[in-house]
Every structure is written in C-alpha cells, then in structure tokens.
Nanobody
C-alpha cells in the first residue's frame, strides 16, 4: 500500500520560508504526478503545486506563483515544496498527493486527479 508522509511544517513569520518534504513508500516514478494541496477548516482543499514525474512539468496556483517551488529530491522517493515570502493566508494543513493517471480530465490541481494522500503537516504564518 502506498504511503505518503509529509514533514517540515511549523510556524514562521510573514516573509519567512519553509521547506516541506513528502516521502513516498514507493519510487516517485511509478506515479504520473505529485502535488501539494492545502486546507483550512471550513474550506475546500486547494491545489497548490504539481510536478509531473516524467517531464518535470510544473503547475502552480496563482496565489503561490513566484513564491513556492515544487521539486523532486535526489532520492527517488521524495518531493519538496519550497515556500518563501510567506503570508498569513498561507496558513493551512498541507498535504502531499500522488496520482497514477494523467491530469487531462480534471486538471493538475484538482483533488480528483490524485489517488493517494498523506496525513498532512501544519503550516502557520504569523503577521
């Protein structure tokens, strides 16, 4: 069974940086894409960033473009999300997700595209 484990969350002041890690129990290459989502209580889960595991194509939500970067780690089972110039509105539980199929139907940042989810890591940005 595929397991995804997020780490690296914590508290940071506005303008600061954090790096989240997602460790997969399987090689990343068996998935079509890996993504990061975030969710705050009472709101829908929001797609933040996605990386295609083969062509390394990336996609970002408008709210994080220019501030967040998704990348594959040198180990074959890790994905990172580098977050900089952070804002209080970035406060959320962040989830890693992996999808086996393409994202042509629902899009790269849609929850329906992904089959496997981690438990999440909390990120809090104070003003």
């Amino acid at each position: 069974q595929v397991q995804l484990v997020e780490s690296g969350g914590g508290s940071v002041q506005a303008g600061g940086s954090l790096r989240l890690s997602c460790a997969s129990s399987e090689y990343i290459s068996i998935f079509n894409s890996i993504a990061w989502f975030r969710q705050v209580p009472g709101k829908e889960r929001e797609g933040v960033a996605r990386i295609h595991t083969r062509d390394l194509g990336v996609a970002y939500a408008d709210s994080v473009k220019g501030r967040f970067t998704i990348s594959l780690g040198s180990a074959e089972n890790t994905v990172y999300l580098n977050m900089s110039i952070m804002k209080p509105e970035d406060t959320a539980m962040y989830y890693c997700a992996a999808g086996r199929a393409g994202d042509e139907w629902f899009g790269p940042l849609a929850t329906e595209t992904y089959n496997y989810w981690g438990q999440g890591t909390q990120v809090t940005v104070s003003s």
